[in-house]
């Protein structure tokens, strides 16, 4: 394996661990209205409180090291995708300041408030998400000169929309299975039947943006013919997703969350397989029998740093990594179980 | 070349960076206060600094997230705004941004769960430990951002290289180059050191609040018995990093040094200090100026006589001035630099002053009735502050045109894709959605401080009926028949105290 490879594959986990963290807790934002008392509400908080701020760090490193090892793809995207970028950013601003600020004062319209701008900051950074997904996969107009060449509301095709759609689906679910882990009582039994609803959601967004893909993104499955085995993992996505109802109704909610975060590194790898070995799929001046423009798009080689830059990034990665995970390990034992309220929560 | 757009994208980065830049060295600074404090709690089992801790903590907590939210702007906006300048030194600046995350922002924010969270889940040691960690992360943080900033002061460790499609780079040559360039440790020094003021004047501000209130009086004066030192101790040090700064700018970028000091002619002979004054650009000289005679030459060379290279001297322009351009074309904004960096200065020389003289009241044990003095620490907390913002405006602005020293012009830096439209919405929502974060935040940390910190009493109780439930839960795993305490998640009723 090349470093390029490598960088690719590392940027791959990263967006995993991205997904799989961020995504539980942006999930419940976005399920967060649901709670009915305010209780209920700081539960909500509370069970991603020690949490979120370290697994948003897994999106800050996945940026810092693309702007390290794709600085072109770094550079293209985010000018491109400006304010589709600002109003994630807004989102992000609003999701963290609601959980600091809310429960810090009394007040019904103070509290009602920062609960609305956490249930939209969430659902709209997820929606974006997936709409920089959906575009991605489906290439972008990219000149010769590496930049975009597009308007904002370019980037809003059905495609992208749906892919945005099907991410909200996602997280809701994720989201819905961790809050079971951490509730008792009567607000588990309620959100035992949001597990049902969120995963239909999901089943049916999932069958949609599939045939979707198939239908009208020739080139994300042309990987398929090169690496076969990449259907495995189509295999394994299919399963894990077939355990979630199966674990929900025995009532293991641990399965369901093992086998939804096994999704959606699943959905991660397929997002890989359909750009490999490009990074942004350019639109523009296609050739007659092509989907997309192969010289105007960035791959791991044209648009990556110096060999001896992403050299030096595997060492730091290699030494950095291990004690992430050791600490997380250490994060996330320490706040293991049930949610309780006590006098140092939000 | 869009002007406007250019224009409109150095305010956004000026305005989002400045809003962010008030959190950083409030955090840095309060964490290794907090680590001193529940240090003595742990050494001296004395409740008090528990509180102190606790206290701090959920103010070190909600300034935290102020700069999580706007820090992640920072990271973007690079991209965003600047996607020329990030092709051009990405292959350098993106690994130092890289291991910030990796080294710093996990360690931090991990740890911070437990700091905030943790104070009932672990035990006191694991607590103490996730403090410093945090410290230790948020100085980590400061490191990686510092390199990768002075990179951008002090070019080194790199060469550049034209790919075959004619885009010109710098790559990576040696990555210790980069990192300890020329001008790392003497910025790096002075921004840690300007933080650590900035958080001993929080403590201290507040402390002195509670003093003149009349309120949590134990509290206050124990808090400023550790903030003070440590306050005074820091003004001596940024006096002498910043010196140290001063003369490594001489050395490495004498047109940014001729800014800040308003020295336009390079003459014969001692070159003067500017105490005070206005620089007139047209006349090349400074107005209405309070100056000692030689004393430029004195801190830059260290004698009085040997001349300061000034505005007019070709060698401020890295490489040398190019056939046929003017000389003022590489100045950077006169005004601002002289300004923010005197009064920078300024208020260094004022900390300096105030500390040691508020030590001197101390010790002659005066200090907690000169009511006046205290108002001054009330709003003192302005200071540091105002004077981290000057310190990197002056460091920043000095540095132009150069968004690279020497290397890439900050007007070719900006994203060609982007347009004055796009920058001029986003500006007006990041100007809107900060002053209303601003507003709340203020008005949740105002509460916070007239809230106060918890009675020392109370957490003695607290402590002693937790060790009660440890060492209960400890006979369980020993003694099988008390298997009822298991189930407790606290003291039960009739537990001993």
Redesign the interface.
Known sequence: MDLHLFWFVTLGVLLVGYAILDGFDLGVGILHLGAKSDTERRIFMNSIGPLWDGNEVWLVTFGGALFAAFPHVYATAFSGFYLAFMLLLFALIFRAVSMEFRSKREGVLWRRSFDVAFCAASTLATLLFGVAVGNTIKGMPIGADMEYAGTFLDLLGPYPLVVGIFAVAMFAMHGSIYLYLKTTGDLQERIHGWMWHTFGFFLVMYIFTTIFTLVEVPQATRNFRDYPWAWLVVFLNVLAIANIPRAIYLRKPGYAFLSSCCSIAAFVFLFGIALYPYLLVSSLDVAPGMTFNPVFSLDIYNSASSEKTLQIMAIIAFLGMPFVLTYTAIIYWTFRGKVELGKFSY | MDETALLLSRIQFAFTIGFHYLFPPLTIGLGLLMVIMEGLFLWTKEHQYEAMAKFWTKIF??IF??G???G??M??Q????W??Y??F???????A???????A???E??????L???????RPPMHFFSTL?VSLGSIFSAVWIIIANSWQQTPAGHHL?TSASGFT?A???D?WQLVFNPSTIERLTHTLVGAFIAGAFLVLSVSAFYLLRNRHQDFARRSIAIALPFAAVFSLLALLTGHSNGVMIAKHQPGKLAAFEGHFTTQEGGTPLYLVGVPNVAERRVDYGLAIPGALSFLVHGDWTTPVTALDDPAIVPGGLPAGEAIEDYWPPIHLSFQSYHIMVGLGMFFIALTLFSLLQWWRGKLFEQRWLLWIFVFGIAGPLIANQLGWIAAEVGRQPWIVWGLLKTRDGI????SAI?VG??IG?FGL?YLL?LA??LF?LD??IRHGPEDPADLEREFKARRGWILAAAAVRTDPSQSSYTDA?GPKPGDPR
């Open positions: 907590a909600l997230a102020m999580v939210a706007s992640i702007v990271e973007f690079f991209g965003t705004n996607s020329y990030s092709r030194v990405g292959d350098v600046f993106g690994s941004l890289a291991a910030e995350g990796i080294f922002f996990f360690l924010s991990g740890f911070l769960a437990i905030v969270f943790g104070w009932d889940k672990v960690m290289v780079r790559e990576i040559v990555f994203s060609p894709t982007v796009d919405i986003s929502l959605i974060l709340v935040w949740v509460s916070k998640h």
